[in-house]
């Protein structure tokens, strides 16, 4: 107890500096200091799934001293991660994933004859995802011991949604098993040696007996033993049960019930809320106030996508939104409010929310699926195969598209330009600014394709006159080097090869872009800067036509640059342009580390300075 109160408290303390997930770790405390009682790790391992509960775990495992970078540059990171430590036994962030790598792990020491355990801890948020079903099955026919901890607290971020929710309430709400249950329990403890063969025959018969009261149970159906519900926070129990298990030569599930932010009243009063917390400094990048841009200080794109899209939903009965349990996270929660028949969200399940969205679409309503980029990349087939392929209007708002701050590589917004300009009928837009959000959604609605809006995880930034412009499909809009520094006199730097230059950049990095040009044109450099506003289709004529009056142009993505739209378009203009240089900057061929959004560009050579230095060294090259 006086461990688990010590654990408690530098997790709050921390996670209230550096941000990061509260409510899951407080509800996991005793779970873990249990598990590490009954198993050794990291001859046994435990793989947790997401791994966004894993600081009790890291904080056992010799992190305690270092606990306090958690999430920052060069830190300790929030998810589990193997460079880190020898008892992390994979770099997760996405949910879904623990039985299958853990199967994986368990069968690869089976045929290389290694010692240990595996045991896979997974929320009931997580069992929603199909995958972890799939490996259920899987490991059901392997019939190895793997061992599965359910961390059930009923919520996923916000309360667990669907049939396997409602299964597990179903399961645990059994009053007449309870009964049955403590009774057998009791039984067991009064055996003097509780072997191996008994243990087993002891879990055999408790599914017998449910056979009898529940039917069965869906883990049984897979070939799993089961044994639950218990007490998340009692670790004495727990302790117990888990040094039972380890004996079972078996798939088993062991069911445990956890309360989310335990011991942290607000937390546990809130667990939506404190989920995922800011940390205390959070970044902004608000600028300087105008009379156009007062009305959208503050808002997060997320929080503009949040009023559009009610705003849209009022407007018209057929828009409904989806979420894979990110209804706070995508801005949906007043959406959610205020059309719950219109409003969907499908667990952690982005692959089924995605050829959803292609059902309801093709019954003729208009479907806006909200998806992290990072966690679109999982259902890339099915936009392929269900939503571009017959060209059904399904509208895709991108959240946390590009860096994405303090999470690390498992959450980078990086690859869906990459992952989604290849794919026919999909259009791609790439709002700059809340005004641009707006028009984006609004167009997207009218349009009778496919499209993809994709955005930042940041504040949006100043308005600019061009950004109110209504869309033109393929085209993007030119800011003129005295719209955006007025103050400067347009003319050529000393040592300057030829004209002026164009930086042609994508929506989310406009900020970073916008200030480089204004380093630049400081230095008497003159340059304009062209916002793509699509990614595709492209208007390549009206692009070519511009960039022929050029004679430099940079393009600044916020992708990656192998597959991005830059690389493309500097072969387009270096195929049809004479007399121009180009270059193409983006996210360079490695995973980003975590880090602030100023900083993990910064690493990228995609901070503001970089970029002007980038760009200076070209332009000053005789
Ligand atoms: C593929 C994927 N989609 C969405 C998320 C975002 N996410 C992180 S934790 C979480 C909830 C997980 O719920 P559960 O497994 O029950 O764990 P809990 O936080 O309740 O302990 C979600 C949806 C993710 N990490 N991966």
Redo the contacts with the bound molecule.
Sequence with gaps: MVLASEIRAEIIGVVQKNGGHLA?NL?TVELTIALHRAFDSPVDALVW??S??SYTHKLLTGRYDRFNTLRKKDGISGFTKRSESPHDFFDT????TSISSALGLLTGRRLTHSAGKVVAV?????LT?GMALEALSHAGQLANNLIVIL?D?Q???SR?TGSISRYLSKITMTTQYQGVRHWIDRLVTKIPVFNRHLAHFVFRFKRALKGLLLTSTLFSDFGFEYAGFFDGHNIEELEAVFRKVKKLNLPVVVHVLTK?GKGYPPAEYDPEGF?GVLPAHAETNVEKITEENAQYLNETFTSVFSREILRAGEADSRIAAIT???VKGCGLTAFAKVFPDRFFDTG?A?EHAVTFAAGLAAAGIRPVAAIYST?LQ?AVDQIIHDVALPATPVVFALDRAGAVPEDGETHQGIFDIALLLPIPNLVMLAPASARELELALQWALNKNAPVVIRYPKNRCPEEHPSFFASLEEGRGVLLNQDEFAPESAPHLAAGMKKSKTLLVCTGGIFPETLEAARLLIRENFAMDIYNLRFLKPLDETYFLELAAQYGYIFFIEDGVKTGGIGRFLERLVQKYVSEVSTLSLGFPDRFLAQGSRREILEDAELSPEKIAGSIRRILCTP
Excluded: L, P, T, Y
């Excluded at 962030?93 to 879904?96: D, E, K, N, P, V």
């Design positions: 899951s509800g799934d997401v966004h509960q962030g996405h949910a879904s997974i929320g009931d948020g997580s995802g961390n607290n919520m996923s971020i667990s989310k989920h894979a349990a990110m952690i982005e966690f999982r």
